[in-house]
C-alpha cells in the first residue's frame, strides 16, 4: 500500500505561481510514473502533468510552458512548479503514482484562482 500526501494548494491571484508537492510512502517511488490529475466543478478529471521513472514528462495542453514537474527520488517526492495561474485553473488536483503494480492517488488539493 502507498499512501501520498499533498500539499501547497491555496488560493492565488490570476498570474501568480504556486508550488505543490507530493510526498509517497513505499520503496516503489523510483520506479514509478508519478503526475497529477485535476478535476474542475462539473468537469472530468484531466491530466495535468506526468514524469516517468525515467524523467520523461507529459502536460496537458492547457498547461505547457506554465506548469513544471520534477522529481526527487530520495525524497520520494514530486513537485509541480504552476506559473502564470490563471482563473481556469481553478481546481481539484490530484497527485498520484503507478508502480508496477497499481495507481494509488493522493486525497486531493483545491487550488483557487481568483482576485
Known amino acids: 500500500q502507498v499512501q501520498l500526501v499533498e500539499s501547497g494548494g491555496g488560493l492565488v491571484q490570476p498570474g501568480g505561481s504556486l508550488r505543490l508537492s507530493c510526498l509517497a510512502s513505499?520503496?516503489?517511488?523510483?520506479?514509478?510514473?508519478l503526475g497529477w490529475y485535476r478535476q474542475g466543478a462539473g468537469t472530468a478529471r484531466t491530466l495535468v502533468a506526468e514524469?516517468?521513472?525515467?524523467?520523461?514528462?507529459r502536460y496537458g495542453d492547457s498547461v505547457k510552458g506554465r506548469f513544471t514537474i520534477s522529481r526527487d527520488n530520495a525524497q520520494n517526492t514530486v513537485w509541480r512548479q504552476m506559473n502564470s495561474l490563471k482563473p481556469e485553473d481553478t481546481a481539484a488536483y490530484f497527485c498520484?503514482?503507478?508502480?508496477?503494480?497499481?495507481?494509488?492517488w493522493g486525497q486531493g488539493t483545491q487550488v483557487t484562482v481568483s482576485s
Open positions: 514524469i516517468t521513472s525515467g524523467g520523461g514528462t
Open positions: 498520484f503514482i503507478a508502480t508496477p503494480c497499481n495507481t494509488y
Open positions: 513505499g520503496s516503489t517511488f523510483s520506479i514509478s510514473d
